[in-house]
Structures are given as structure tokens and as C-alpha cells.
């Protein structure tokens, strides 16, 4: 049997203790098991510890060891961070690249030719100037979709596509939202079928890399869509001559009209029966009748074209 005396003295013991580490929780000293217990868990046989702001500053330099064991569990959680939240660079698709004209071409491209003549259409005879977008309607399930191939056109007057292997260049393009077709109506969100060439290039903001002719787009800036105005399906800066009940003010359109080409659907003498304002242009979703691809794809194709390049647009339905 203990004696009083040593009772009172792990009593003292035992009080001084929990003073001391009342920052970090409870100590209990057990008389039956002569054990101390941190809020009901022992410390020696189980590690818990409530940590507390606190108990997190360091009371002196940390070893070297402990050093290197903080080191690597910084950049473990370091790299599980990155992983599971991906910074704004690394979300960002990667850049496209085209590959240069190959050498000693002999023969036009054979999907080009084929998807060609299914309209009576041939390279010679209806792909004007050096440069060809093709916007193949037809490679889709989805009657909103579409797929982009690029051409040019090497000096042996052989085209070649861009990308390589027959692959396009945007492989999920958008068109309008009630398919394609030729000569469709005002207002009916179907996209033109047929071919045309492209006109100017259009920005809002910071002008992407290309040479080809661009205008930018401003507070002033309306393509006219009401087929009863005199300047319809086309571009007018300022409302000083008005006679429109719509139009498209184009800024307002931000993410559509970023970057873009317009397409010379019905411009050269615009019919009222005819769909207007139809332009390659950013996006990702279907249409009033443009086609839409993503920004990145748009600024490629931009940056693909050359001051003096003239394009020409195919869209198959």
C-alpha cells in the first residue's frame, strides 16, 4: 500500500502536468494504471494530439531531419494540389501546330476531290485563291456539328491539308441549330451550303497574330440582320443612318465575336429571302446558321492566313 505522502506528491505531479500542457488538451493521471491519458487517449499507446494555433509556432529551429520530412510532405501536398486543382496555364488546351507543305506533291487530295464532286465541283475549277477551309457538315450524327479541314495550296498548284494524316483541324465545330443547307431563309439558324470565299477578319480587344486583313470590332460596330433595311447583311459603324428594327451589335457578343471571319454568304447584292451575317467565328454551341469553334482554333486559322491569301470556304450538306 502506497503511503500518503508519495499519494500527494503525483497528485502535486499529476496537477502540475496538466497546467503545463492545458494548451494541447486534458491530462488524467490514472492512479489504478499509473498512466497519463490525453483527453481519454494515451499517449503512449496511441498518437493523437489536438494541435492548437498555438502549439503550431516552433519553439526553436527544427532539426535537420525534421527539416527534410516537412520538405517532402510540402511538396507531396505541393503536388496533390496540382493534380487535383490544375492551374490556369496547365487547363489551357495546347497550342496547335501545323506542319509545313510536304515535299514533291503529285496528286490533289482524294477526300477534297471526292466531297467535291458529289456537287459537280472540282479543285481547278471552283477553289479560288490559296487558302481552303473546309466546314464538312456531313461527318456528324448531329446535325449541328461539323468538322474543319484546312488546305493550302503548295506552288505546283497541289493543295495539301495542314494538320496531316486527313485529320481536321476541329474535330467538334458547331453550324446552326436547324442543320445546313442551300439558300436557307432569314432567321431560320440554318448555315449556307455551297462555296464561298472569305471576307475581312473581325477582334475584339487585342488583335490576334495574323496578317490577314482585320477590322475591329467597336461600341459602333452593327452587322444589320432586318432584310427590310438598306444595309442589310452588312457592316455598319454608328447608328447616324438607322433605318434597322435589328441588328447585331456585335460587342455585346464578346465571346462569339472575339476573333473571326466573316464568309461572303449573300453580301456582293444582298437578297431579303436569303440568310444573313454568317461568319467563322468562336464558340461552342449551335448557331443562328455561322460556324462556331473553339478560340484557339480561330486564332490557328487567323494566324494560318497571310496578308494577301484569299479563302476559300466549303461548307457540304
Known sequence: MKKPAFIITEVIFSLLLTASVSAIGVLVY???TNALHLNGVNPFTQ???????ESEKPSQEPSKASKAETSVESKASETEKQVSEPSAEESKEPAIQLRKEPENLQEQPAELEEALSLYGYTIEGFVLGDRLIWVDTTS????????????????NGYWWDVVGDKKALCEEAYIGENGSNFDPAP????????????GQGFYIGAKPDTAYPMFEITEDTYWVTDPDSQFYNQRVEGTDSKDWSKADHMITSDKSYRCGLTVNYNTAEPSSDKAAAVFIRCGNTPTEGSIAVPEDVM???????????????????
Open 299 to 317: 486564332k490557328t486559322i487567323l494566324h494560318w492566313l497571310e496578308e494577301d491569301s484569299t479563302v476559300t470556304v466549303f461548307i457540304n450538306v
Open 47 to 53: 498518437q493523437t494530439a489536438v494541435i492548437t494555433e
Open 140 to 155: 456528324s450524327d448531329n446535325h449541328s456539328k461539323a468538322k474543319i479541314y484546312c488546305y493550302q495550296k503548295s506552288d
Open 187 to 198: 432567321d431560320s439558324k440554318i448555315t449556307p451550303g455551297g462555296i464561298f470565299t472569305a
Open 30 to 32: 490514472d492512479l489504478n
